[in-house]
Nanobody, 115 residues
C-alpha cells in the first residue's frame, strides 16, 4: 500500500516561508497528477496546488497564486510546495495526494502562521 509522508510544516510569522515535502513510498509521483491540499479546523479539505504528470500544467488556489510554487523530484518520489509570504489564513494541515485522490491520506504536516 502506497504511503504518503508529508513534512516541513511548522510555526512561522506572517511573511515567512516554508517548504513542504511529500515523499511517496512507491514510484507514483512521476506518473500522476499530484496535488497539495489543506484543511483548516472546521473547514473542508481544499486543493491549493497541483502539478500535472507532464509538468506542463500548474494550478494554484487564487489566494496562493504568486506565493506558492509546486514542484516535483521524480528521482526521489517527492513533491514539494514552496510557500512564501505566508498569511495567518494559510494555517492548516497540509496533505498531498494524487488528482483524483487515489491513495490513503497521510498524517499531513501542520502549518501555523502567526500574525
Amino acid at each position: 500500500q502506497v504511503q504518503l509522508r508529508e513534512s516541513g510544516g511548522g510555526l512561522v510569522q506572517a511573511g515567512g516561508s516554508l517548504r513542504l515535502s511529500c515523499a511517496a513510498s512507491e514510484n507514483i509521483i512521476s506518473t500522476n497528477n499530484m496535488g497539495w491540499y489543506r484543511q483548516a479546523p472546521g473547514k473542508q479539505r481544499e486543493l491549493v496546488a497541483y502539478i500535472s504528470s507532464s509538468d506542463w500544467t500548474h494550478y494554484y488556489i487564487d489566494s496562493g497564486r504568486g506565493r506558492f510554487t509546486i514542484s516535483r523530484d521524480n528521482t526521489k518520489n517527492t513533491v514539494y510546495l514552496q510557500m512564501n509570504s505566508l498569511k495567518p489564513e494559510d494555517s492548516a494541515v497540509y496533505y498531498c495526494n494524487t488528482i483524483p485522490v487515489n491513495y490513503t491520506w497521510g498524517q499531513g504536516t501542520q502549518v501555523t502562521v502567526s500574525a
